[in-house]
């Protein structure tokens, strides 16, 4: 157990004003690793401030100089990146393996992409007797939860400095350990102060205060889609830019000529990894019903395989809501297939890798973000059905197409309301424009797109 003191604000450690701490806990033990200070609204202006302060000079930094500091920063993660595997492992609970090559590898790797679009991006272009200037939008307050500790925080942060920007982090208060460490590389990265500052504290609390700060200029907010409707009528209110990436229901349609049993096997695979806490992750298979019972049973099967694979849930509430929905769903008339309910283990926050069949399109479990590893495998009668299927969410994130052909599955996908669409399992890009349709939220993350979100026009006529 250690107790870290001190918030990052203005390019040094500071005691935090309050005393308060926030215990971060190990969900595969349930042990208490360490405590942070618990921000309050004191901290975030002493942030905003630094960050306003800085914004000047950041701004008018050059791009190429920008994109050295991001380059920096990248190579600072990476000289951590075990460490940060290590920390994600003890604080959310994530296999070691995944821990290093995703949560540690991928942010590293955005990280590193935009040190490359900071140097190359047109932050000017002509248009007609114009100039247009692509400017910061100025003082980023970035809000984000703990599914990806580090690569939540890395598609804020990282297009944000390379915009110009400057910003005040307030992390998942489950997962700030991982902040820490990156606020660590920052520092060892050279930007100057006040570029980057974090906040640890409660979300009704610290983050609160920073989606209201007067001086915040953009708020970017990843989470659930009640707190982020909130933080969209703050902005609203007070005519500042929001991002907001928000959850999902992404639907993985199987159509009838696909390889079924690749189609269902990594399916399975999609959902039950990071133990289903993935907002993009396929949670609803849908199957043609001369194929229904044959991919049940696959997909039965391949679960039970994730049994001792898959790492625990969050928390302990996140593991109540995760076994409420399975019994609901039961309640509801699903038939469940694998897993359940019952805790797997006597301790640490384990859910069993779930599967639940005869699902229909109107039940809480196929219309509700579950978080966890339960997947709905729900039956279509003809292509139309399996449309209407997947777009009858209030969501729209991802997905996924399978088809024997490639055509016909992108022609089914160009249907989709949905931000993101795999096509016979492709594979993740991070230079991919990511975020919402309808309620899963506003603007887009990663690559080019993501830097857009942080940048405003100005235009010079001649
Ligand atoms: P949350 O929305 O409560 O937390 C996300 C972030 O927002 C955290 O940093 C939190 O401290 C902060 N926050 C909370 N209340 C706030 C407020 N009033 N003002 C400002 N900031 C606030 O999400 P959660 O409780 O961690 O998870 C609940 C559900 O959200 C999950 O079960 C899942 O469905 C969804 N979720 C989605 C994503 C995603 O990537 N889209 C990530 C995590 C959770």
């Not at 907010?221 to 009528?233: D, H, N, P, Y």
């Not at 339960?374 to 088809?403: P, S």
Request: hydrophobic fraction near 45%; charge should be negative; proline fraction near 6%.
């Amino acid at each position: 157990m250690k107790a870290h003191d001190g918030m990052y604000i203005d390019g040094a450690w500071r005691p935090a004003a309050g005393p308060d701490v926030i215990e971060v806990v190990n969900p595969a033990d349930e042990r208490v690793i360490g405590t942070v200070p618990a921000g309050t609204a004191e901290d975030v202006d002493a942030a905003v401030r630094a960050a306003r302060a800085a914004l000047p000079g950041w701004s008018a930094t050059p791009p190429a100089e920008r994109a050295a500091r991001l380059a920096a920063l990248r190579d600072a993660l990476a000289a951590r990146e075990e460490e940060i595997a290590e920390t994600v492992t003890a604080e959310l609970g994530a296999p070691p393996a995944f821990a290093r090559t995703v949560h540690a590898g991928l942010p590293i790797a955005v990280a590193g992409s935009y040190a490359d679009l900071a140097a190359t991006y047109a932050f000017e272009e002509k248009v007609g007797n114009s100039t247009v200037y692509h400017e910061p939008v100025g003082v980023v307050g970035a809000i984000t939860p703990w599914n990806y500790p580090l690569h939540q925080i890395v598609a804020k942060a990282a297009p944000a400095l390379a915009a110009g920007c400057t910003v005040v982090l307030k992390p998942a208060e489950d997962t700030p350990l991982t902040a820490r460490l990156f606020a660590g590389a920052v520092d060892e990265a050279g930007l100057p102060a006040g570029v980057f500052n974090l906040v640890t504290g409660l979300g009704p609390v610290a983050g609160q205060a920073l989606a209201e700060h007067p001086d915040v200029d953009l708020v970017s907010f990843t989470g659930s889609t009640a707190v982020g409707k909130r933080i969209g009528a703050i902005a609203g209110g007070a005519v500042k830019r929001v991002a907001l990436e928000l959850g999902g229901k992404s639907a993985n349609v199987i159509l009838p000529s696909a390889d079924l049993a690749r189609a269902v096997n990594v399916g399975v695979a999609n959902v039950m990894s990071n133990s289903g806490q993935t907002c993009s992750a396929w949670t609803r298979m849908l199957v043609h019903r001369d194929q229904y019972e044959e991919a049940v049973a696959l997909a039965a099967t391949a679960a039970a395989k994730y049994g001792e694979r898959i790492g625990p849930v969050v928390n302990a509430k996140q593991r109540a809501r995760v076994r409420g929905y399975i019994e609901k769903g039961v309640a509801e008339g699903a038939r469940l297939v694998s897993g359940g309910p019952e805790s797997p283990c006597e301790r640490g926050y384990f859910v069993s890798p779930t599967v639940l069949a005869d699902v229909t399109p109107g039940m809480a479990v196929a219309q509700e973000e579950i978080f966890g590893p339960v997947l709905t495998v729900l039956r279509y009668d003809d292509e139309e059905d399996a449309l209407r299927i997947a777009n009858g969410t209030v969501y729209g994130l991802a997905g996924a197409v399978w088809a024997g052909d490639e055509a016909e599955a992108v022609a089914f996908a160009r249907r989709m309301d949905t931000g993101q669409v795999d096509i016979n399992g492709g594979r993740f890009n991070p230079l991919a424009p990511f975020g919402g349709y309808k309620q899963s939220g506003v603007g887009r993350e990663l690559g080019a797109h993501g830097l857009t979100e942080y940048l405003q026009t100005k235009s010079l006529q001649f």
